[in-house]
Structures are given as C-alpha cells and as structure tokens.
C-alpha cells in the first residue's frame, strides 16, 4: 500500500466505532476553543471583510464553510500542532460540524471526523517538515486544508478506504502552497485558506463521483520536484492523536511570540515591577528571529500579533489586551511604546534542540534590582501545560461576549460543551443565528 492508502485506511475507519475518553474530551475541548476563535473573528476589522465578500456565497453550504474556516483562522487565536506548523481546529472543526449538522450525523461520528481530521492535517504538515518550510514561504495550514477538509467530509459520508484515498490524492492536486508574503488590514490569505477548505470538499464530492487521483505522490518525485521537499515517510505515518498533541493558544499572537511572553510574565510574577525593566534581550531560534523582531504599524493587526517586542509591552502592561484579536490600534500608548524600544532579540542557535516539539525563548531582563533570565519552553495551553475545561471555557467566553453579548456567549458555550452528546445541529443552528443578528 502507498502512504496515502495508508492514511486514507485511518481516515475510513481509524478509532473503531468510538473514541477513549482522554480523545474525545479533547474534541470537546478543542470543538469549543475553535468555536470561540470562530465567533470572535468577526470583532475585527479582517473578520468584517470576510463576512461582506461572502454575503452571497453564504448561501451555499460549500460558501459557508469556506468563511467559518476563513473566519476561525483569522482569528489568530486557534489552535495549533507544533511539529507540523499547522493549525487543524480552524480548518477542520467547522467543516465537520457543519456537514456532519446536514447529514444528521450523532455526536460520535462527529467526534470521529473531527480527531481524524487532526491526524490527517498534522501527517501531512510534519511530513512536509511545516516547521521549515514555513520560512521558505510556503503556509503549512493552506498546504494541508484540502487534504484536512477531504478527510472529514469522506469519514463523515463512510466512504470506502480505497475512496478515502483517492479524495486525499485530489484535495493534494488542489493544494496550493503559499500566498505571498502579504500585510496590511485586510490580506486576502484569509479568503485564500477558506477556499483551500473548500477545496477539499470538492475533492471528496469528486471521489464519491467515480474520480480518482495519484496514489504514489509520495513515493514518486511529486514533491521533490515541484516543492523542493523531501517527504519524511515516518511522520506521515505517527499513529500518536494529533489531537492529544495540539496547543491551545492562552492568547492571542504569532505563537513565536508566546514563550517570551510567558517568561516576562513569569519574571513580572516573581517580583519585577515593569517599572523597573531597562532592558530585555529575547533569544529565539534563528528559524523565526526576522518573523518577529520589528515594529509594528498602524491599524495593520499582523504586524502587531507578530512583534515580539509588542507583545512581550503588552505582558508587561495589559497582559487582559493580549487575548482579544482585534488589536490593532490607531496609535501606541506612551508606556508600551518605551517598552518595546527596551526589547531587542537575537538568534539563540542552542534552543534549536526544543525545536519544532516546542518554540522556546530565553529571555533575560535588566532591571534596577539585577539581571534575572527565564528560559520557557512550554506556554500553558500546550500539551505539557494542559488547559482544561476551566480555562477553554473563560478564553471562550472573554472572546465572545465582547461579539454576542454575555448572555448568547454563555448559551454558546453551552452548546459547545454538549456537542458531542446532544449532536451538532443545535450548535450550528445558534451560531446561524447569530449571524443574522
């Protein structure tokens, strides 16, 4: 059997006819942490753009997906699989609850679509080496939606395992690897990984149709020669839940920028009033030192996610800030903008030992008291510092109130949480409704 017959088998029948406990309360979880990404999404400026490009497309289910996946990764506070650079919950929990609310499928089944969703996403990414070719320029997350979207919708429909990997082969023949290097209020990279969700559910309506694919990508030169890539077999084949392995974001930023900001916050923690800091030197692996030592400029929200410095000014001073995804402000308050001029970053070649299992930082601040220095490899919210239902459902609702009101974001919440045993058409139907309000 090819790889992709391989994974296409897991995809088709994977987990039997029911998850462990310790599997599906992570679908729960990481269903209600998507949600509320998915929902605060249209508090910013970029979430607005979405809804008005596709208030006609919204009519048609294919139109609809392809905005709440577009909707939930704009957002930039979905979840996340650090080794394979991808971010799965985006892309792959509203496509699933979505069809498996048309098909009438059970709470089960969609739990079962939905872990092997994130197994498939996050093969392809690791096999890929995300980690690394996210510098290159390619996007891992828009390489691997088709791929991701096609593996849901064929385990939701009980396609056959020779189905299920014709669909992934098509959803890989629609894949596109990279948007550019995009900025700006409102980059269409968001509009691009909707349509690559969407893309995925054309390949699987096409190989429910008799169509098939190349079940040999992989053993033959197809991403070597057209990607400059050489497929590691191993990753592609990790039978470990992805799910049990992908980070919860604790707020919302380039998830580069997290460990520092973890530190700082630690530091500040243990008796260093922000007052007091005349410098912080941040160390991070050379892969993504450019990605986040700059500036940031006005009203262009990417710039500010990914500025280390902004982020760690803004742990220092309005660390509640952190977690809302518009943050994108016409101008910079006096106190953070001392602060980020005290942060300067440079490559730490030793912390590439954590790499990609973590995104470490060191962080060493000067103070008026002395030096102190904090390396941080895990940020709560990844699988070493796990949250719990306690902690997604305050992130959920911190993120939502501000959109639906404190009364819809409970309700929502709810809803979220009960997925999985009440089904999935009332938690659909209450985020429509909330659409059209």
């Known amino acids: 059997m090819t790889l992709l017959e391989r994974l296409g088998a897991h995809v088709a029948s994977g987990y039997g006819e029911g998850l462990p406990d310790p599997l599906r309360d992570a679908v729960r979880l990481h269903l209600a942490d998507t949600v509320g990404a998915w929902i605060a999404a249209r508090g910013t400026a970029e979430g607005r753009a979405l809804l008005r490009v596709n208030s006609v ?125 995009q900025a700006g209020p409102t980059m269409s990279r968001w509009l691009a990984v909707g349509n690559a969700a969407r893309n995925g559910l054309n390949a699987a309506a096409s190989a429910q149709n008799g169509f098939t694919g190349d079940l040999s990508l992989f053993e033959g030169e197809f991403f070597s020669s057209v990607y400059a890539i050489s497929p590691d077999p191993a990753a592609f084949e990790d039978e470990r839940p992805a799910l049990l392995e992908t980070s919860f974001k604790p707020w919302c930023a380039a998830k580069q920028t997290m460990a520092a900001g973890q530190a700082l916050r630690e530091i500040i923690e243990e008796g260093v009033p922000p007052s007091e800091v005349r410098g912080v030197v941040v160390g991070v692996p050379p892969l993504y030192l450019k990605m986040i030592d700059h500036g940031v400029v006005a009203g262009e929200r990417t710039s500010f996610l990914t500025s280390v410095a902004y982020q760690l000014a803004l742990a220092a001073f309005d660390p509640d800030a952190a977690l809302q995804p518009g943050q994108a402000p016409a101008s910079v308050p006096a106190n953070i903008a001392d602060f980020m001029a005290k942060v300067s970053v440079k490559s730490d070649e030793d912390l590439l030992q954590h790499y990609p299992k973590s995104w470490p930082a060191r962080v060493t601040v000067t103070a008026a008291a002395g030096k102190r220095e904090k390396l941080v490899l895990h940020v709560p919210g990844d699988p070493e510092r796990p949250f719990d239902e306690s902690r997604v459902a305050d992130k959920f609702l911190k993120l939502t109130a501000p959109v639906a009101g404190e009364r819809a974001a409970e309700a929502l919440l709810e809803r979220c949480l009960n997925a999985l045993d009440e089904g999935p058409a009332a938690l659909v139907g209450e985020i429509a409704q909330l659409e059209k309000a």
């Open 57 to 181: 497309e919204r009519e048609s289910f294919s139109g609809r997906v392809e905005l709440a996946c577009g909707l939930a990764r704009s957002s930039e506070v979905d979840d996340i699989h650090l080794p394979s650079a991808t971010t799965p919950g985006a892309i792959v929990i509203p496509a699933a609850l979505m069809f498996a609310s048309s098909l009438h499928r059970d709470g089960g089944t969609l739990a079962q679509a939905i872990a092997v969703g994130y197994d498939a996403m996050t093969r392809l990414g690791a096999c890929l080496s995300g980690p690394s070719i996210l510098y290159r320029g390619i996007w891992p997350t828009y390489l691997c939606a088709p791929l991701a979207t096609a593996a849901v919708i064929a385990r939701l429909l009980g396609f056959t395992e020779k189905q299920t990997a014709h669909a992934l082969a098509i959803a890989l023949a629609l894949s596109s690897p990279a948007v550019g290097r």
